[in-house]
């Protein structure tokens, strides 16, 4: 390249070198929702023996949300395992303090965010229920309002 090309290429990127410099603010937000994942232990009873005394069993509800979301979990559906045969047996989910956990009465958490919260669901089985041996089962939803 010779020297007068350099020099008309240098005066033309000239006025680029010294360009006008303007700026703005931009407004940057987010919104946080609550969410809540649940998870359950299954509630396996002991042997029950018919007519006999009232047996009992733990299990633990696991809760993740949204720190500091508030949240009540609720055990939706009929207590009663079916037989094969379709025999009922009773039982019933309550706190581990005996307080009745059901459709309509819940469990009040506040979310802690990554931590889960562990929350004991205790169930037993009446005394003096005279049903024919074999396996009995059922399920309940545990559903989580936040």
């Keep these: ?3 007068f090309a350099l020099l008309a290429l240098a ?3 000239a006025p680029l070198a010294h360009a006008g410099q303007t ?3 931009m407004q940057v937000s987010a919104r946080v929702v609550a969410s809540c994942a649940v998870s359950a232990d299954d509630l396996r009873f002991p042997d029950y023996t018919s007519g006999g005394p009232a047996v009992h ?3 633990d509800v696991r809760l993740r949300c949204t ?3 508030p949240a009540t979990v609720y055990v939706d559906g009929p207590q009663v395992l079916t037989s094969k045969d379709g025999t009922p047996l009773a039982y019933a989910v309550h ?4 307080a009745p956990w059901t459709s309509t009465a819940g469990v009040a958490v506040l979310g802690q965010g ?14 003096g229920q005279r049903v024919a041996p074999g ?3 059922g399920e309940v939803l545990v559903r989580v309002v936040y």
């Design 23 to 25: 700026s703005a603010t």
């Design 67 to 69: 720190k500091g979301a």
């Design 11 to 13: 005066l033309l990127l």
């Design 57 to 59: 069993q733990n299990a």
């Design 135 to 137: 396996d009995y089962q």
């Design 95 to 98: 706190t581990p303090a005996g």
């Design 1 to 3: 390249m010779n020297r």
């Design 114 to 127: 990554i931590a889960p919260v562990a929350l004991p669901l205790a169930g037993t089985i009446a005394a």
